[in-house]
Nanobody, 122 residues
Framework: QVQLVESGGGSVRAGGSLRLSCAVSGNTAGLYKMAWFRQAPGKQREWVATTSGMIYYADSVRGRFTISEDNSENTLFLQMNRLRPEDSAHYYC??????????????????WGQGTQVTVSS
């Protein structure tokens, strides 16, 4: 099992930036993928980005968000720039074995963090 702990959320004005972190521990041996998802009140969980050897972004965040890993610190990051009110949501990091489903599907990930809240005001 893999443990994930997110941090870095907060409240910012539109156009601002935040950097989310996800500390990873547990059994991560072998090929894996990691992702960020988000969920706003009353909406379905939405995929944001994945790193899995290659990097993938949802159209809504491409060019504004950057996903990265620091393997020496076992940490996943999401740098969010030019934030918009519609980016407001609870953000979750997720971990899964590589080649176990589409990178943009929540069902492809076996372990999830508790999330961190991002609020963007206009």
């Amino acid at each position: 099992q893999v443990q994930l702990v997110e941090s870095g959320g907060g409240s910012v004005r539109a156009g601002g930036s935040l950097r989310l972190s996800c500390a990873v521990s547990g059994n991560t041996a072998g090929l894996y993928k990691m992702a960020w998802f988000r969920q706003a009140p009353g909406k379905q969980r939405e995929w944001v980005a994945t790193t899995s050897g290659m990097i993938y972004y949802a159209d809504s965040v491409r060019g504004r968000f950057t996903i990265s890993e620091d393997n020496s610190e076992n940490t996943l990051f999401l740098q969010m720039n030019r934030l918009r009110p519609e980016d407001s949501a609870h953000y979750y990091c997720a971990w899964g074995r590589r080649h176990t489903g589409a990178v943009d599907r929540a069902s492809s990930y076996s372990d999830w963090g508790q999330g961190t809240q991002v609020t963007v005001s206009s």
